[in-house]
């Protein structure tokens, strides 16, 4: 993982931390090398408009230790799912091995308010299905364009959510775990755009509250930047 520290991080006492993942095709190196994340961190906690925080950037493909050439691997060619080879624990299932390992190595705020998770893509799909699996972990969720699994047969993420009993189990335990924030974000032009839009027909059915954010453009580095920009802003407050 990447681990992004503010200014002055020596000196300050505990950070809240956020979990920022990336796409499929990404790795730990994704966001702070394409989405200029240390930049956009730099630039909103020096101007005051977020708070001083942690960012954790893990390589989300669970076959993989590290990014190319950073392990045993060696220069290897990357496939839209890190080495290809079959994955021996989802993101989801190991997330808290993550957590756990941050907030033993450095100095952290821990409880509900105190963790953020927000991601791209296969990384918004990531925080969407982490969230839920631990309901009262995080008090503020970012989907910015996200791949929403839902389980069922067929193309229509809402008609999957109506007979996907157990992900209505676990989003009901979610919000009644009240999140500060759940976020949504997603360019009008993006492919995923119908799975976002069947995700809040299903939360605005269940009358569960969250922000949205829809702007021009598809399923590009330009947008994901934006959305973390906005979502910093706002998390911790």
């Excluded at 992004?4 to 090398?33: I, Q, R």
């Excluded at 409880?111 to 631990?134: D, E, N, P, V």
């Excluded at 492919?191 to 027909?201: C, I, K, M, P, S």
Aim: charged letters at 20%.
């Amino acid at each position: 993982m990447t681990i992004y520290t503010p200014a002055g991080y020596d000196k300050g006492k505990n950070y809240p931390v956020m979990y920022l993942l990336h796409g499929a095709g990404g790795d730990e190196n994704a966001w702070s090398e394409l989405g200029r994340a240390a930049q956009i961190l730099d630039n909103l906690i020096a101007q005051g408009k977020a708070k001083p925080m942690i960012v954790v950037m893990p390589n989300g493909n669970t076959n993989c230790q590290a990014a190319p050439g950073e392990w045993s691997k060696g220069m290897y060619q990357p496939s839209f799912l890190g080495t290809g080879e079959q994955p021996v624990a989802s993101m989801e299932e190991s997330f808290m091995d993550i957590v756990n390992y941050v907030e033993s190595h450095y100095k952290v705020s821990k409880g509900q308010k105190s963790r953020a998770i927000c991601g791209l893509s296969m990384g918004g799909g990531h925080s969407f299905m982490t969230s839920k699996l631990y309901p009262s972990t995080f008090g503020y969720i970012g989907l910015f364009s996200a791949a929403i699994h839902v389980n069922g047969e067929g193309n229509d993420t809402y008609a999957k959510f109506s007979k996907d009993t157990k992900t209505q189990t676990q989003l009901a335990n979610l919000f009644a775990a009240k999140p500060s924030l759940y976020y949504i974000a997603i360019g009008k032009t993006d492919f995923l755009y119908e799975q976002n839009a069947g995700l809040r027909r299903y939360l605005d059915e269940k009358g569960y509250k969250y922000e949205y954010v829809e702007t021009e453009g598809g399923h590009i580095w330009r947008n994901w930047r934006i959305y973390l920009t906005d979502f910093a802003q706002k998390v911790f407050k």
